[in-house]
Each structure stands twice: as structure tokens, then as C-alpha cells.
């Protein structure tokens, strides 16, 4: 496996539920990062680890709680979500967080809440 | 607000000719900005970037313009060829801050055989 990959691809569940998000990033970076892409909406910043630490929460609701358990794995677990969370959730990752790195992106998680 | 807008949707340009695609931005903080490509069950790709440093920054066909004065850059892809039809995003960040990237909305980049 290269780059960065994502599981599950597509994700059907209900408000009840709970699943989570996996990423892995194989490029040795130091840096990860959970986006949300909504229909006609640009790709809006989530989450951002750095060296496995939270340096970034942008005011997103609590029924969506990241993990990074260490700098190649993050996950993102989702509980009690609205049928307005369903949209392309996307992992990306760069060499580090502070400095001029281009970022590199999974596939993405295609989500529906029904 | 958005900080960054790439305000046509969509473009179309046929085979071997020009595309330019634009995009504004309003923070003046942003110093670097990037270009990724985007095929449908795809992640982004990155494709070409700027600092705030230079004016222009090329690689193969793709050649990235930046006007800080306007707050804007394009991208300029010649020639263009059938494979290049994909969403195109702009996207800043104030290294500074951090390696956070604010995206544009996107352009929906059609060549036509």
C-alpha cells in the first residue's frame, strides 16, 4: 500500500448508530488531517494532528471525536449523527504541520445518514 | 465567508488550447497556495503550488500565476488534453498558523476532443 488510504469507502447508517473513519497514511508524514466535503460546499478543515496531537478542532459538534493513536493511523469515530453529516469525509496527511507542505489526500469515505 | 472563491464553476476548452482557471482570495495572512486536481471517487491531487515569494511557479504544462496585489491566482494548463477533465481547487494557508488549507469551491475543467 502507498500513500494514503481510507476505509470504509462508502458508509450507509443510522442516527443511532456508531462507526468509525479509518486513514492510513504510508508516506512517513508527520502531520494528519480529517476534512469534510458537503454537496456544493468547498472541502471545510476538521481536525488536524501533529506528532499524534490534536493542534487543530475547527468547532466541529462532538458526535464527531478523532483519534490518533500513532502518526500513521487516524481514525474518526461518529455517534448520533443528522442526516446533514452525510457528505465526503476526507484524510490527508503532510510531512508536518508547521512549514510550507503540500498535503496529500485519501479517496475519501462517502457517507450517508439516514 | 469564504477566504477563497473560484467563482466559475465550470469550464470548457478544446483540445491543445489554453485553460486558465482563477481564483481570489481575501486574507492577506495566506503565503502559500496550491492547485489540486480532483477525479470523481477520488481524493484531491496535489498538483502545483506558489509561495508567496514568487509570481510564478511552472512544472510540464502547468504553470501557476500569482498577483498579490489583486489577491489573485490562476492556473494555466497548455495544452490542455481530454485527461485534464476534473475538478480543479485552489487552496491558501498562512504558514504561520500552521499547515491549514483553506479550499475554494472548485472548477469543473471539461476538454473536448
Known amino acids: 500500500e502507498t500513500g494514503v488510504t481510507q476505509t470504509p469507502r462508502h458508509l450507509v447508517m443510522g442516527m443511532t448508530n456508531k462507526k468509525s473513519l479509518k486513514c492510513e497514511q504510508h508516506l512517513g508524514h508527520n502531520a494528519m488531517y480529517w476534512y469534510k466535503q458537503s454537496a456544493k460546499k468547498p472541502l471545510e478543515l476538521m481536525f488536524v494532528y501533529s506528532l499524534e496531537e490534536r493542534v487543530e478542532n475547527n468547532s466541529v459538534p462532538s458526535r464527531f471525536s478523532p483519534e490518533c493513536p500513532n502518526s500513521s493511523h487516524l481514525f474518526l469515530h461518529l455517534h448520533t449523527l443528522q442526516p446533514e453529516d452525510s457528505a465526503l469525509y476526507l484524510c490527508a496527511s503532510s510531512q508536518d504541520y508547521r512549514g510550507l507542505y503540500e498535503q496529500y489526500f485519501g479517496p475519501g469515505t462517502r457517507l450517508t445518514v439516514t | 465567508d469564504q477566504q477563497v472563491k473560484q467563482n466559475s464553476p465550470s469550464l470548457s476548452v478544446q483540445e491543445g488550447r489554453i485553460s486558465i482557471l482563477n481564483c481570489d482570495y481575501t486574507?492577506?495572512?495566506?503565503?502559500?497556495f496550491l492547485w489540486y486536481k480532483k477525479y470523481p471517487a477520488e481524493g484531491p491531487t496535489f498538483l502545483i503550488s506558489?509561495?508567496?515569494?514568487?509570481d510564478k511557479n511552472e512544472d510540464g504544462r502547468f504553470t501557476v500565476f500569482l498577483n498579490k496585489s489583486a489577491k489573485h491566482l490562476s492556473l494555466h494548463i497548455v495544452p490542455s488534453q481530454p485527461g485534464d477533465s476534473a475538478v480543479y481547487f485552489c487552496a491558501a494557508s498562512d504558514g504561520n498558523a500552521g499547515n491549514m488549507l483553506t479550499f475554494g469551491g472548485g472548477t469543473r475543467l471539461m476538454v473536448k476532443p
Open positions: 486574507n492577506s495572512m495566506f503565503d502559500y
Open positions: 506558489i509561495s508567496s515569494i514568487k
